[in-house]
């Protein structure tokens, strides 16, 4: 057993750390969350440059990390800051299912993706998937030597920056049937894809795609017909590591901010901080925060493992993620006051993120009933 | 014990439907039930067509204009208006300040400014928390200096709701700095026009400009302004917050956010069938159904206990804490319902000419999450009301 990170993830670290407590302060990132596009090329740019993306491949991949720690040590210092930038999006899912599944050329997009010059998105879910990995009702056809592709994807996250969707969709089995299911690569404006963008809650931007006889070669397709599911859950395991991270460290700047706040704010002559009502309550909080912890590390520990424990691990993780994460960030906002309702306070934003997390690749109650197949099983 | 409704109560429920019926116009309503921003003409238009029935004012005695009604009868007005979907009614003029002028005010004061609240001619604001003086609130440092026929005001007053609409602002002013806290203050009606006034929004977590801050510079304000007698204004803000507090278990809404949320599990789907069959989705939505069935009853139970016209003690307490837990609680629920769709910004998802993005119920849930995390925070906090309970109970 060893709890300590290695030296490189703890300059990993340390870097990005220093890094975004440098740029990415609450004004710069208020400003980005106002902006066109949602996010900030600067600091697109400098993520990559010091690695970050890079970090979260293999070397057989070109990169130096790719393991569940590399996204954690990664995701917490993003999530800490509040970043909205796409790191999901594009390194985690597309890079992940390009790396699962592409040839030679397709992965040669890799290094352009680490580079920081190709933005991805994952254009899985549907507007009535909810939750469903395994629900994919978009059809691609084989017409002449060309697929053709119909369908709806809702909510896809990154879509409008993307040098490409990866779209999934049906060549084979029912509609929830897990095999059948096959990933293209779409450049972006490819005729008969429609976007239409929007800006999110908790930052970033998303768009509902519209895929009306798009017309694409035999070689868009990601690996072989009808057969993507595994990577699909593979990348989506990864993300909901990611997740769980980002939403561990922005549980901590919540954390942190209410301890500051508790100490420094007067009421009655005295700290808030002294009241007990309110120790007992950041004391639970604290508790949280560990437990959290430890289940990102569960998580983390296990994404290389056979797919079903990992699976359960992760969905533990995310149940509990869920369940603390709620809580932080309800009694953060409660034990601050009104201040805490106000857009500009950074605790503002950093409670959107933690709880639009558990609106991302299954919400508590989802990871819940996993946890229960799984563990059943 | 009866649980039922008299005949006449159920005949004034009739009432009330059939008038919210024919007369709640579908605009309105609409954007209530989207979640759509309410203007200040929305509000100003059902204040008006209540007012017509004579309405508005449901706790007013007859005499100043009032429908008198009795604790029932409220109870059976807001139940029905959140069902219907009908505007909130805008409480500071005719839930807060009219019960302090009735009670403390002049009769100068009570024929100048009842009328005008009744036909919407002046919009009111509460000015009582300051930066330095939230829980806190007898701490407040907005200072009122006497000049021969006027009150020099200086100081800021926050979280002013709606403050942007307001012509009016009744203030806590601090009038005596050299005496215990809650002996110098005093409670003073002051034009929003007055020179010297600044009004700056506060943009809230879900985005809306719905709070703002107040400034004052040297704002001279006529002394006839004061309510009751100077240095008493601590007794007239208590007062008024035992009034505030009356439906602040807020039943009526929460029974019709359960209804909407059920609505949604109907047509959501999750795992390809209905989300409301989903048993985990169903428990959550049972557990805090059975926590509203027994608030509606403990509502009813304390306000037809206290007599007509006077104020519910420590059980207000209770009931704000626990109204407000369900009502966030259901919130809760609803934005969960929505899976992915929760995830957009509301004002692009509801921008009026476009279509909705996802389900058209789908886009304020956030925000209205977030934003009703006030709920537990503003009228006195759940721990400042909890040290109420403790303290009342345990004779601390
Ligand atoms: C099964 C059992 C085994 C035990 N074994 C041992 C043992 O081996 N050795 C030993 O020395 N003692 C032992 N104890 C005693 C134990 O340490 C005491 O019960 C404990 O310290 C609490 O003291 P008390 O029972 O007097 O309760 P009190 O201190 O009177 O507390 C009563 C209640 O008030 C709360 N309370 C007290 N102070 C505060 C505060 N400042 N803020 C908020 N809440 C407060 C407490 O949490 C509790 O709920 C044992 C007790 C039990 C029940
Ligand atoms: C959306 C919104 C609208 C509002 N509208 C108005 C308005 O129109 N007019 C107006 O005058 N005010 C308004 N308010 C202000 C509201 O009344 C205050 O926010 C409230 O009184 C709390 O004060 P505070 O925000 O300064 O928090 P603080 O008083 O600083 O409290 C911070 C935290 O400490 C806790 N705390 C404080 N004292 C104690 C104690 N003794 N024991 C235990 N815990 C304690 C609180 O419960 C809270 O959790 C509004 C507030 C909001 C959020």
Redesign the pocket.
Known sequence: MDFNLTEERQMLQDTLRRYLSDKYTTATRNTILESETGMSADIWAGLAELGVIGALFTEEEGGFGGAGFDITTVFEELGRAGVVEPMLETAVLGGRLLAALGNDSQTALIEEVIGGGLHLAFAHGEPTSRYDLNRVATEAKVSGGDIVLNGRKAVVANAEAAGYLIVSAREGGAVDDEAGISLFLVPAGTSGVTLRGYPLFAGGRAAEVTLDEVRLPASARLGAAGAAYGAIAGAVAAANVALAAEALGAMVTATELTRGYLMT?Q??GRP?GS?Q??QHRFSDLLIELEQARSAVINAAGHLSDPVAERDRQIAAARNLIGRAGRLVAEEAI??????A?TQEYELAHIAKRIVMTDHRFGDTDYHLERFIALSAA | MDLSYSPAEQAFREEVRAFLRDELPAALSDKVRSGAELGKADIEQWHAILNGRGWLAANWPKEYGGAEWNAVQRHIFEEEAAQANAPRIVP?GLSMLAPVLMKFGNQAQKDYYLPRILNGDDWW?????EPG?????ASLKTRAVREGDHYIVNGQ?????L?QHANKIFCLVRTNPDVKQQEGISFLLIDMDTPGIEVRPII?LDGTP??NEVFFDNVKVPAENLVGEENKGWTYAKYLLTHERTNIAGVGFSQAGLDALKRIARVEMSGGRPLIENPHFAARMAKVEIDLMAMATTNLRIISQAASGQAPGVESSMLKVKGTIIRQEINDLTRRAVGPYALPFPSEALAGNNDPIGPDYAAPLSAEYFNNR?LS????????QR?IIAKVKMGG
């Open positions: 704010r009421q009655f808030i009241f009502a309110l409660q034990m601050h006051g009104g201040i309702m | 500071f604001c509460q000015g009582y928390s003086a939230g829980s806190d609130l007053k926050t979280w002013t709701t403050g809230l719905e709070v006030k925070i503003f009228g006195g906090s759940n721990e400042i040290g």
